[in-house]
């Protein structure tokens, strides 16, 4: 079945440490997507990608980093400069960039220790 | 810039009744896409309906149909004969750029047996 996944489901980070999150697509979609989602609040765009080797940030890219070398994946790493990393984070991906609809994995949740 | 609300953060529902879930936009710009997304407790986000801005009819998907009120810059969803398996968060997004989709601050509903 074609879909996104991401990993983990849940992850821990200590102070001063970077994590890496994956979210993998088999959809043969171009463009992708991270958003956050805080508790309360609607989610919120860090960084997107139209094509391979190319990527662009959202409303919250500080303290987040990116690449996308393969169509299928996507990883998002939270440095340590991210100072509120505690959050939901959902990647999609969607046909291209005039594509109407996201299509989202089931989510990371990523705790501070 | 372009803000999405939702102005019911919760709302409980008997089984079998219809539900109304809120959502105003703003925007400048005349051509958008509103969504709708459900969110279980499982944390995915999954499609539910589309209206584009230059469409004459009011979008309906099954169960779910969306009351578009261009004038009034609202885009409310509707659920008839409401299910066990529809309680969970809803976000109403919109995308005006190419890329981006805007979403709202969510409501919780509960279905009620």
């Known amino acids: 079945d074609g879909g996104i996944t991401q990993s983990p489901k849940y992850l821990f980070r200590k102070e001063g440490q970077n994590v890496t999150l994956s979210c993998e697509q088999n959809l043969n979609h171009d463009a992708m997507y991270w958003y956050r989602q805080d508790p309360g609040q609607g989610l919120r765009l860090i960084y997107y990608?139209?094509?391979?080797?190319?990527?662009q940030k959202g409303d919250i890219a500080e303290g987040y980093s990116v690449s996308r070398e393969k169509k299928e994946s996507f990883p998002l790493t939270v440095t340590s400069a991210q100072k509120n990393p505690t959050a939901f984070y959902l990647c999609?991906?969607?046909?291209?960039?005039?594509?109407?609809?996201?299509?989202f994995g089931s989510g990371t949740q990523l705790s501070v220790l | 810039a372009q803000k999405i609300t939702q102005t019911q953060p919760g709302m409980f529902v008997q089984e079998k009744e219809a539900v109304t879930l809120d959502c105003t936009y703003d925007?400048?710009?005349?051509?958008?896409?509103l969504f709708w997304y459900k969110q279980p407790s499982s944390g995915e986000m999954i499609f539910l309906i589309y209206q584009g801005s230059y469409d004459q009819q009011n979008a309906t998907e099954g169960r779910y149909s969306l009351n578009f009120q261009k004038a009034r810059k609202s885009a409310n969803l509707v659920i008839s004969a409401s299910q066990l398996g529809d309680s969970a968060m809803y976000f109403c997004?919109?995308?005006?750029?190419?890329?981006?989709?805007?979403f709202g601050a969510g409501t919780t509903v509960t279905v009620r047996a």
């Open positions: 990608s139209q094509i391979v080797n190319d990527f």
């Open positions: 925007t400048s710009d005349p051509s958008y896409g």
């Open positions: 997004a919109m995308r005006v750029d190419d890329y981006k989709l805007s």
């Open positions: 999609a991906s969607s046909i291209g960039v005039y594509g109407e609809k996201l299509f």
